[in-house]
C-alpha cells in the first residue's frame, strides 16, 4: 500500500523463483555460477556495513540488537524486581529498535512476570475501578544510552534534580500526560511539585488550579489561583481567575460539635 515503505524482505519469495530460474539457465554454465556466487560474496560485507532503515539489512538489525541489549540491561539494573501488575511507560526510544510490540510482552519474558505491561507514553491512561492496583514506572531515553527515570508523585526532588539536569522538563511533560489522560490527581501532584521548585513561574499554580477545579477542589484551586496571579508576568487570564475564586477563600468555615459545643474548622 502507498502508506508502507517498501522492504526487501517483503520480495523474499520472489527472489526464490528468480533464483531458481538463474540455476537453471546456468545448470550446463558452472563457470558463470561460480562467477555470481564470487560477486556476492564480494558484496555481502560492504552491504552489511550499509547503514540502512530496512529491515532486512543487517545493519538495521545490528543497531536495533546493541539498543535492546543496553536498555534492557540498564532496566533490569534499576528495577530488578517489580511488583506484579506494574505498568511501564517510555518516552524517546530510538526509532525502529521493537523496544514495544503491543503492550510490551518481552517485559514479561524478562520478568518473568505475566502480569507486566508495558508501551509508550501516550499508552498512558489511569487505571480502571477494575484493573488490579499496581505501580506504573515512567522512563525516558538518554543520550548516554541509559533510562532516566521520572517519578511520579512523591519523591526527593533535591536527589533527582542533582541526577537528572532535565528534571523540570520531564516533570513537565509527565504532567502534561497525566492531564491528558484524565489523571488529574496525577497531574495536580506533578504540577505543585513544579510550583515549589520554580516558585517564579505562574503557570505551575494556575495549571494545578485548573486540575483541582476538575477535582472539584474549589478551595485549593482558589488559593492555587491567587498564588499564581501574586507572581510576576502572571497573565490577564490568571488574575482573572483569581479574582472569581475569591468566593470561595471568603466563605465561611463549616463548623462541627464538639462535646455539645460548636468549634469552627479551620482550613
Known sequence: MPSINWHAYYGLFGAFGVWLAIM?????????????????TVLRPLRADTPSWDWASEAYQRRA????????????????????????????????IGWVAGDGPALRVWYRDSTLTGGYYSYYRPRRPDQAP??????????SGTWVEVAKGEENVRTARARNRG??????????????????????EELVKLADESPENFEYPLNAAVCYEKLGDSLVAARLFVRAAALPGASPEAKAAAESHQRFLQAPAPEKKK????HPVRR
Open 65 to 96: 540488537g546493541y539498543f535492546l541489549r543496553t536498555l534492557r540491561d540498564d532496566l533490569l539494573r534499576k528495577h530488578p524486581d517489580v511488583p506484579a501488575h506494574s505498568r511501564f511507560y517510555f518516552a524517546q526510544v530510538p526509532r525502529n
Open 259 to 262: 462535646n455539645g459545643k460548636t
Open 24 to 40: 537453471y539457465g546456468l545448470r550446463h554454465r558452472p563457470a558463470f555460477a561460480v562467477a555470481i556466487i564470487a560477486v556476492l
Open 167 to 188: 528534571w523540570e522538563q520531564d516533570h513537565r511533560e509527565l504532567a502534561l500526560l497525566l492531564g491528558g489522560a484524565g489523571d488529574w490527581n496525577g497531574a495536580a
Open 134 to 143: 499496581g505501580p506504573d514506572y515512567f522512563l525516558r531515553f538518554d543520550s
